[in-house]
Structure formats: structure tokens, C-alpha cells
């Protein structure tokens, strides 16, 4: 089973640092404070499988210009954890967090629906060689830290900036299961994961049905190097490799994410030319229809940039190769040497 575990920040480098140490390696560098599109990152914690999703900060000094621009890159995170994910892990750094996180929340249940608290588990950052003991004083002690964690159901954890500190791995995901175990081990669901994975399947079907040809010319040149049982475990293989590819542009390439931003794009630039319009009635009806052509135009700009990333969603999860199948088979079952 692969544990899907969706990563949330405030703002600033924690949720970042908290990857780096869900994954034991420093998939974000130390200067990296926020992110444009969301990524997805795959690893291992105490022996289980983890998909680590990353989206931006829910809110900071850069996303308050452009609101709808912030929603619509929300989007992709929940394609990325599409079913819905196991766990929600709202991250905070110990020595920034401030009486005003304790509404993040709610800007949770805003941003992925009302019952997705009952998913979420505070986490904690910290850094260096600091009692743990004391750790747990302040949480208990410091009202806006023990506010916050009080409407995550009292779930929370504290963990090191250090990403090779893996000491605590293991009681985190104790505690994910725990709190698994009183949701009858079901994962965060919500229309619109539902709606995502639905636009995700479609998407893997319709990749699939253009790769048929491709997969069974590679099934025949499987048959023609093994037989019993070492052909099934080729055969397994070879197909899971190629569904776990498909899944992966499928989840930054659907329908229904396409039609978010597009609509996301409309709305700039409905609302780019009601402001333009609203400024040039200053220098009367020319002002207005000018103010208005030029105000659509910015704002149409601004809300296509999501469009221009969909563009550029192929360099994120790699470049197809030309023969897949024939790079597949020589790189990683090539048949023994007589």
C-alpha cells in the first residue's frame, strides 16, 4: 500500500523542510520558501511506501495580488493526491509560528473542504539538538500552538529541520495510523478529489488506448525472450512500470484540471476588464471602453499564465520516449548472454 500524504504550509520553508524529512533526503533546498506548481515526490518512512504531494503555501507575502491565480494552483496538488490523501500535514516552524496561524485551519477547510480536519495532524518544526521535553512544554503551555493543534483534533507531532534526522520517523507514522485507524482506515475524500480522480482515470484510459499498439509489440518481444513463470514476472513488470508512467501524466494532464484553469483564465479576464473599465470611467466613455479592452488583456494574460504551465506539464513528469517499449526492454530485461 502507498501512503498518500499531502503536505501544507502557511507560509515560508517549513512544509518544504517537513519533505526533506518525510523522504530522508533534501528534495528541497534550504532556500527554497515557496513554490509555483505542486510536485509530487515518492519515498519510504519506518518501511512504508509514501507519496509526498507539496502545493503552495496557503498563504504569503507573494499570493494576495491575484486570488484566483492562488486557487487555480491548487488544482494540480489534488490530482496529485488523487484519490485523496491518508494524511494532511499542516506544517509550522517552532520559532515563527504566531498568534495569527491559528486561523489556518480554517483556511484548510476553505481550500479542501469542511471534513478535512478530522485528517490533518500539526506539525512542528525545529532545528538542532533541543530537548524534546521541553518541545512538548511549550506546546502545552503556549495557547495559539495548543489552539491550533486543538482544532486538528489534538494530533501533532514535532520534527527536525535535519532531513538525516530520522529518529522520529517511525512515531509519525504510528501516529498517521493511529489516526487512520478511528476513520476506519479511509482515506480524505471530498467532491472534488472525487471529480479529479474521475478526470484522472479517463485521462489514463484514453493514454492507454494510444499506447495498445506499443504495448503489445512489447508483450511479443517478452514472449520471444522468456517463458512460464519468468515471462509473468517480466510481463508484471513491464505493465506496471507503463501504468505507473501513464498515472503520472495523467495527474498533471486532464480534463478536468484543463477546464479549472480555463475557466480560471475567463475569470481574469472578466475581472482584469470590470477593473479597467471601472478606472477609465474617470476620463469618461473613451476612457471606458479603452480602460476596459486594456484591463481584459491584462487580465486574461494573468489568468493564462495557469494555461501556458498545462503547456509545459510534459517537462514535469519527463519526455516520452520515442520507443518506449524497446528502451524499456534494453535498459532493464535484457536477455541473458549465451
Known amino acids: 500500500m502507498e501512503l498518500r500524504i499531502l503536505v501544507v504550509g502557511s507560509s515560508g520553508p517549513s512544509q518544504f523542510s517537513l519533505t526533506n524529512s518525510i523522504l530522508g533526503r533534501e528534495e528541497f533546498s534550504k532556500d527554497v520558501t515557496s513554490i509555483v506548481q505542486s510536485r509530487k515526490n515518492l519515498g519510504d518512512v519506518a518501511g512504508t511506501r509514501v507519496a509526498v504531494v507539496n502545493g503552495p503555501n496557503l498563504y504569503g507575502k507573494h499570493l494576495s495580488r491575484t486570488k484566483m491565480k492562488t486557487e487555480m494552483k491548487r488544482w494540480p496538488c489534488k490530482c496529485l493526491s488523487a484519490p485523496g490523501p491518508h494524511a494532511l500535514l499542516m506544517a509550522f516552524d ?132 522468456y517463458r512460464g513463470e519468468a515471462l509473468r514476472w517480466q510481463m508484471d513488470a513491464y505493465n506496471n512500470s507503463v501504468g505507473a508512467e501513464i498515472r503520472a501524466k495523467a495527474e498533471m494532464d486532464n480534463g478536468w484540471l484543463r477546464t479549472s484553469l480555463a475557466v480560471g483564465a475567463g475569470l481574469g479576464l472578466a475581472a482584469g476588464a470590470a477593473m479597467g473599465m471601472a478606472m477609465g470611467a474617470v476620463a469618461g466613455a473613451t476612457g471606458m471602453t479603452v480602460g476596459g479592452a486594456f484591463g481584459g488583456l491584462m487580465g486574461g494574460s494573468a489568468g493564462g499564465t495557469a494555461q501556458v504551465a498545462i503547456e509545459h506539464l510534459e517537462d514535469r513528469v519527463g519526455p516520452h520516449a520515442t520507443n518506449f517499449n524497446t528502451v524499456f526492454i534494453n535498459r532493464f530485461f535484457r536477455p541473458p548472454r549465451s
Open 94 to 225: 517552532l520559532e515563527q509560528i504566531c498568534p495569527n496561524d491559528v486561523k489556518t485551519p480554517k483556511l484548510m477547510v476553505k481550500r479542501f473542504g469542511e471534513d478535512a480536519l478530522s485528517h490533518t495532524i500539526v506539525l512542528l518544526a525545529y532545528e538542532g539538538d533541543v530537548d524534546i521535553l521541553a518541545l512538548e512544554n511549550r506546546v502545552s503551555t503556549d495557547w495559539h500552538i495548543r489552539e491550533l493543534i486543538e482544532q486538528c483534533g489534538g494530533r501533532y507531532h514535532v520534527f527536525n529541520k535535519n532531513w538525516r534526522d530520522r529518529s522520529r520517523d517511525k512515531e509519525l507514522l504510528q501516529k498517521i495510523e493511529r489516526m487512520l485507524a478511528t476513520l476506519d482506515g479511509q482515506h480524505y475524500t471530498s467532491r472534488s478529489y472525487g471529480q479529479a480522480e474521475e478526470s484522472v482515470r479517463k485521462e489514463e484510459r484514453k493514454l492507454l488506448k494510444k499506447r495498445a499498439a506499443e504495448t503489445e509489440e512489447a508483450w511479443r518481444e517478452l514472449e520471444q525472450q
